[in-house]
């Protein structure tokens, strides 16, 4: 019987849960490393994708959620996620969330790979901070006990079940139920449009507590964010309204690559970036959104236009430089339709879960509506379900078993991001992997007591994990390119990853 409940992370996942943890009655706690109101939600900025159109349907969100994740989506988890979508943007207007309208109807935009205008916003391109906004005040409202600036070292675990948590500051705190809502690991890599909170903490945190990762290999790296002052993204969107990218002599080369150019999927844009940096000697690219107009740009956009104009460039008048960097993990902590884990006691949602709704490649938009979705279907879970049995999770290899061993070499931050960046990025070879494996296996991190320590030491697990799983995959596939195994493999396999100490 689940009566007490700790939530880590304090983004769309794991505020919903929150919320619909203590709307049933549980006693919540959310423990949150920094602000309340810090984490990758708060910087989406593209929007949502849920069907709310009458010329939409559940049946093309699911094809569309699908083809993106080029063979290695869960179609039940498609279908659950796609179906709870109108039902959820209901509930987060409920809450409070503004989303644009047009005309008195909510204003719907096309992004990549989407076959309809289905993604809603809110403050043109601020749709991460109006839904955090919204959350963190029914949150405060609610009386919920929230503990920020307060780093989840470890997970406790008794007799295979995780019964609470180890604060980095060397408290514990004694639970029914642990749900890791940590979000994404962007800053495993040099470029990263996530905040510093991404370190991927979660991921660590449940292969240490016994748990399954699933499909970690995938990393989505965003095709554009700014070359100049930081990674800070700039969002599909802005192509999606017909920007275009332009290599140093002003070529449109995406139209050399894809039928779809500029709104192809993103790994195919990204490498597509890369590629062209390359023959640049890592010059960036341009992304020219000056067909825009300044007043257009400034409405629909206004934080990136804001953005953009405080490095200097008014990109109504000239392309804005652009480079590829870590944005998304598609997969994570394996769980079933209801966040549950392969560790009872322990649930995981939204960017640090894997709940095959993403496969190889994340449709743009979708991961807000995930974490949304499941937010509310662990809780629904939790108290539904909670005399069920262990959950069956997809079937498919044996995991990969990484083992402490042998490292006699410090390691800092700069090291792994490098390592990452080199053999875990955008383009990957199967010797390069090998021999990254080998080095990661050696390195250590000083002893974590400290934030930047325990979140080194969380990147290096996370690193080991991707690097493992790259290797084992042989084959291109979504995010995940070979140069050594361009095609794609005749069998369709998930990827899964465990640590034994
Ligand atoms: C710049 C940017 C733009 C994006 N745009 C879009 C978009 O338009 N549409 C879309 O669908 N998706 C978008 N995404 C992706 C989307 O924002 C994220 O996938 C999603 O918000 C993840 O939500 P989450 O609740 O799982 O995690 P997060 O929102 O990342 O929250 C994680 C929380 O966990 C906390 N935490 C982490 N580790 C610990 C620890 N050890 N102890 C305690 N607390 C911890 C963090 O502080 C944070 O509060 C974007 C992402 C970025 C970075």
Known sequence: MTERLIVVGSGVAGLTAALAAHARGLDVTVITKSLLTESNTRYAQGGIAAVTADDDSVSSHVADTLRAGAGLSEPTSAEAVCAAGTETVAELIAAGVRFDVSDGRLARGLEAAHSRARILHADG???GAAIVGALVARALEAGIDV????MVADLLVRDGRVHGVHLLDGEQLDTDAVVLATGGAGHLYPYTTNPAVATGDGLALALRAGAVLADV???QFHPTSLAVG???LVSEAVRGEGAVLRDVHGHRFMLDVHPDAELAPRDVVARAIARQMAVQNGAPVH???????AD??????????????GRGIDWSVEPVPVTPAAHYVMGGVATDLWGR??????LAVGEVAWTGLHGANRLASNSLLEGA???RRVVDGLIEQSASSTPTLTSGEEPIVLRAAGADRWCGRDDIQQLAWEALGLEREGALLDRALQTLTTWQVASPTDVKSAEDANLLLVARAVAAAALAREESRGAHWRTDAPDVARSVRHSFVRWEA
Do not use: Y
């Open 341 to 346: 884990t392969s560790v009872p006691g322990l």
């Open 125 to 127: 391109d601020a749709t």
């Open 296 to 309: 257009f740009l400034a409405r629909r956009f206004p934080t990136i236009d804001a953005t953009v104009r």
């Open 230 to 232: 930081g990674n800070v």
């Open 287 to 293: 992304l020219d959104a000056t067909a825009l107009g």
């Open 147 to 150: 503990r920020e600036h307060t």
């Open 217 to 219: 290999e995938f990393v």
């Open 373 to 375: 979705v499941f937010g």
